[in-house]
């Protein structure tokens, strides 16, 4: 079992940025991916951006590409995600996530079996 918490959420204007955590605790041993989803009001949860514990190799959804970046610190079991340029299209809440499978390293959150409690960020225009 692993328990996730994120921290970091909050309001910002357009343009502006934060710096989300993640924090892993439990049978940590077990972690080999992490992703950050999010999810915006009336809308599906969707793939932000992942990345492999063992070789910090990581992926981001289109929309985020070149403003987000993912990031981690193995020996604290902590994963980070620096949002810069922020839209109004960013706003929704933010989870941290591992997969049920130590070999997935997709972004199907159906796929995913531990999550945080997730945390807000709202971007205003």
């Known amino acids: 079992q692993v328990r996730l918490v994120e921290s970091g959420g909050g309001w910002v204007q357009t343009g502006g940025s934060l710096r989300l955590s993640c924090a892993a605790s439990?049978?940590?041993?077990?972690?080999?991916?992490m992703a950050w989803f999010r999810q915006a009001p009336g809308k599906d949860r969707e793939f932000v951006a992942g990345i492999r514990w063992d070789s910090g190799d990581t992926q981001y959804a289109d929309s985020v590409l070149d403003r987000f970046t993912i990031s981690s610190d193995k020996t604290k079991n902590l994963m980070f995600l620096r949002m810069d340029h922020l839209k109004p299209e960013d706003t929704a809440v933010y989870f941290c996530a591992q997969p049920s499978s130590s070999f997935y390293n997709g972004r199907d959150p159906n796929e995913y079996q531990f999550w945080g409690q997730g945390t807000q960020v709202t971007v205003s225009s």
């Open positions: 439990g049978r940590t041993s077990s972690v080999a991916t």
